[in-house]
């Protein structure tokens, strides 16, 4: 649920845009060869993650300095912590666009910490306090609930770390974490931009990472990963840092039966989380975000920072493409 303003940079912008008026007639542009492999790995409850979903959903919005946030916070961290995972809050005071001292709480939960062998699984679970994307400019400053740009991303991974919990063969670990004030960006209605307004509790994680002697491989980013009609194409901040962790996830996915969830085909450069992990914590980091290029309202979707991001707009089909996908990446490592 970042700002994810669709032109990262000028080249970004004129590629995208060459890219926009061919999307209509050429769906399918092939920018990777899939390699038939076997699905392998637990079955992702896609329940279990609607489930995880609704649970921060009856917090309310989890917009910075609330109490739901807090509250969201703490049972996040218990999950983790019923799953096996070690436990830490990086607490931060984090200066917001506008001047606002944002409490923020970055989550991080390592599944089985002694091994070297490190993934890096990410979303973040703060919610953006202004629907300004609505189409009714009255409900601009109201918060949005973000059951997809927040919770999803949060429940895949609580999803992932539940079944982990089951299985001691993985010659890997996993560290998850849940970014916060992620969403406090510069709001449309201001019409200016501030790409660094974002994705604040991931720049302050990055800028203080230390891998500890750790290897960490690569990590993979989840924003919006419970969408309706959504389709992952492969972003394209994440093809120049990391195009062979994209190739990994995306040949997965395809492997694990959801090629039509994952497109081999390019969408938009994101402003989002995985940039700090990549240019600040020097990890190689995608990010898996759903692209609409049809959509008028948004190229994120018609929920995308709007009033109806609501639970009822959450496609536990999508949830589990993406779950069973995260699954084939990890026992396959």
């Known amino acids: 649920m970042n700002l994810r303003q669709i032109a990262v940079s000028a080249l970004a912008a004129m590629i995208l845009l060459s890219l926009s008026s061919a999307s209509c007639q050429k769906k ?25 979903c609704y649970a921060q959903c009856e917090f309310g919005p989890r917009t910075m300095n609330s109490e739901a946030h807090e509250r969201c916070g703490e049972w996040i961290a218990r999950q983790f912590e019923q799953y096996g995972c070690e436990v830490e809050q990086q607490k931060a005071a984090l200066t917001g666009y506008d001047g606002t001292m944002l409490r923020a709480t970055n989550i991080i939960a390592r599944h089985q910490p002694e091994r070297q062998r490190r993934l890096l699984l990410c979303a973040h679970w703060d919610s953006r306090p202004w629907a300004d994307n609505d189409p ?8 949005v609930m973000a059951a997809n740009d927040g919770a999803s991303g949060v ?27 992620e969403d406090w960006g510069v709001p449309q209605w201001l019409d200016r931009s501030d790409e660094s307004s974002w994705a604040l509790g991931a720049q302050y994680w990055a800028s203080h990472y230390d891998a500890k002697g750790k290897e960490m491989e690569f990590g993979i980013l989840l924003d919006m990963v419970g969408g309706e ?19 990994r996830v995306w040949r997965a996915a395809h492997a694990a039966g959801y090629s039509g969830y994952f497109p081999m085909t390019l969408g938009g450069g994101i402003t989002d989380d995985h940039l700090p992990v990549n240019e600040k914590a020097g990890i190689p980091t ?12 948004s190229s994120f979707g018609p929920t995308w920072h709007t009033v109806d991001d609501t639970m009822s707009h959450i496609d536990k089909n999508t949830l589990k493409a993406v779950g069973q996908t995260l699954i084939q990446v990890i026992f396959t490592l």
């Not at 637990?42 to 993650?49: E, I, L, Q």
């Not at 995608?286 to 309202?297: G, L």
Request: with cysteine; glycine share 4%.
């Open 229 to 247: 009609a959504a389709q992952f194409h492969q972003e394209r901040m994440s093809m120049r840092y990391a195009p062979q962790v994209v190739e």
């Open 155 to 181: 429940a895949v991974m609580l999803e992932v770390a539940r079944l982990l919990q089951q299985s001691d063969s993985l010659g890997v670990g996993v560290d998850f974490v849940c970014f916060d004030a």
């Open 136 to 143: 009714d400019s009255t409900r601009w400053h109201q918060p």
């Open 286 to 297: 995608i990010d898996i975000i759903p692209y609409y290029p049809e959509c008028e309202q």
């Open 28 to 52: 399918e542009k092939t920018i990777t060869e899939v390699t038939e492999v076997e699905p392998i790995g637990p079955d992702f409850n896609a329940d279990s993650a609607i489930a995880f």
